[in-house]
């Protein structure tokens, strides 16, 4: 019944900043732990950022932490990720997840839902 649809992915420099958003349907939207993942070419996915059901908690991957931000606005029923200083390692595709409300999971599994996912390109 939930359904996750991403957008903002682009082509980007190193150090560009992207915003990244999610969109929920389906579902009862502070219901729902909501995170970011990705997978870059031949790599496995990863865990990228996670925030809770109110966003008053937030989990980043070292990878990212201190240059990227979750966040989410319950009465719109998006989730959002901003990236700065962006370096072609963040060259990806980027999905949305969501599973119930819980201590935030970083490994994939543990979500349910999934949108299909953006791209996001960093050149040198």
């Known amino acids: 019944q939930v359904q996750l649809v991403e957008s903002g992915g682009g082509l980007a420099q190193a150090g560009d900043s992207l915003r990244l958003s999610c969109a929920h349907s389906g579902g009862t939207f502070s219901r729902y732990t909501m995170a970011w993942f990705r997978q870059a070419p031949g790599k496995e996915r990863e865990f990228v950022a996670a925030?809770?059901?109110?966003?008053?908690?937030?989990y980043y991957a070292d990878s990212v932490k201190g240059r990227s931000t979750i966040s989410r606005d319950n009465a719109k029923n998006t989730v959002s990720l901003q990236m700065n200083s962006l370096r072609p390692e963040d060259t990806a595709v980027y999905f949305c997840?969501?599973?119930?409300?819980?201590?935030?999971?970083?490994?994939?599994?543990?979500?349910?839902?999934w949108g299909q996912g953006t791209q996001v390109t960093v050149s040198s």
């Open positions: 925030v809770n059901w109110s966003g008053c908690t937030a």
């Open positions: 997840a969501a599973r119930i409300r819980s201590s935030i999971p970083i490994s994939s599994v543990e979500y349910t839902y």
